[in-house]
DNA sequence: TTAAAAATACTCCCTACGGAGTATTGTAAT
DNA sequence: ATTACAATACTCCGTAGGGAGTATTTTTAA
């Protein structure tokens, strides 16, 4: 099964100690991989990745301290011959594109059984792109590592967008901000142009999906 | 540590392969608990409860088929010596609540670690509602185990919320379903007085938080 | 320091939404 | 058969939302 003699030093990054004692006993067996690293936080994460030298890493996208497709770039950019594979509960497009376009090279679901993982695993090491299942029908024939245009928005209109997330009226807004209704009318119009939609609704989703909430 | 000769019989509902695994690592070195079965989907379980006995069961919220809530109701209604505890990444206030007042004994997050997780098993087989610590944190002195009134929909109504979750505007939904514009009215204004609110975004966050979309 | 971007605030206009109430028809369950 | 609830559809009214455009001040970066 292994053309190396080396075993393949993986560390694992998920907040989830569930989720990291999973993959340990999916990988304990298996000759190719040796766990050299497990972190619940970024940070140390980070500090293991200033000395240490690894080969695989398995990152969660969600995590306490940080956000793993800002850390999948750094160490992409750091070495890029480090496979990185995003691990998540999320399977959703933007999310999904974010880590390729950042560098990952593939991305598991945590509803992955053993041998989805086992396979995407080697079929990384192998140099493809590796998607689980699910997120693979999530495509079809999409697109993939064009970026998604994610609008860029200044504080205040995050900030506005926050408050229309909660359910807030322009007017209720407008008093805890202190500033005219009017002024919020025109944040608001400009968000709803940013997300190329007339639905205060969809404008929300899509800030969700795009990790912005 | 034991004071029972017998093995606790433990079966675990998760469509996450990778929680089974975390789970049966933690549990498998411990002599007090006996992994009898594991089971991705609702069914299988459902079917293997039929003829099987067991003593604890942790159970997600989330599954493909069904929903964990339900579930631990009928278990509950069919064997209340049956220890169950939710299991989930969700830690909503009502989600919880839900649980507990279907006979819940217990629910703990997903990023509980190993200690946290063989500590709540044995309180909650001393009697106890165990309830991991972020979750003990979401309630301070709340009035957990008063139902928190979750509106009752009807059908139509459902439907109706799915699509204004979707950000379909009154006219567009009276469009795909073939009704008058101002049914689709009549419908929302019943939904918005269910859950009190005069604010289409945050009858939608509710819905969400009721894991009713 | 000067140009660009952000935040502020307004106009006008029209439509969608939200509150309150009434009424008819259909469809369950008792 | 009759009571209850669901689904349908309407009226009237006022406000909030949304489209398009203009304009001033403040902040930030080149």
């Known amino acids: ?75 992409k950019q750091a070495n890029p011959e480090i496979i990185v594979l995003g691990i998540s509960n999320l399977s959703e497009r933007s999310i999904v594109k974010q880590m390729l376009q950042n560098g990952a090279n593939g991305y598991l679901l945590k509803t992955a059984d053993s041998n989805d993982i086992l396979y995407c695993l080697q079929a990384a090491i192998d140099g493809e792109i590796v998607l689980s299942q699910e997120i693979r029908e999530l495509f079809d024939m999409a697109d993939l590592r064009k970026p998604e245009d994610i609008p860029e928005l200044t504080k205040r209109e995050k900030q506005i967008l926050q408050l229309l997330a909660e359910g807030k009226k322009s007017l209720e807004i407008a008093e805890s901000l202190f500033i005219s209704p009017l002024t919020v009318k025109t944040h608001r119009a400009t968000l709803l142009q940013k997300f190329q939609t007339g639905s205060l609704v969809i404008l929300i989703n899509k800030a969700k999906e795009y990790g912005l909430l």
Chains 1, 2 share one sequence.
Request: proline share 3%.
């Open 1 to 75: 099964m292994s053309d190396n003699i080396k075993k393949r030093k993986v560390v694992i990054v998920d907040d989830h100690p569930l989720v990291i004692e999973g993959f340990k006993n999916v990988l304990k067996d298996h000759l190719d991989f040796q766990i050299v690293g497990q972190f619940r936080k970024a940070e140390d994460f980070q500090n293991f990745m200033a000395t240490e030298v690894v080969d695989i890493i398995l990152l969660d996208i969600t995590l306490p301290d940080g956000n793993g497709i800002h850390i999948c770039r750094e160490v």
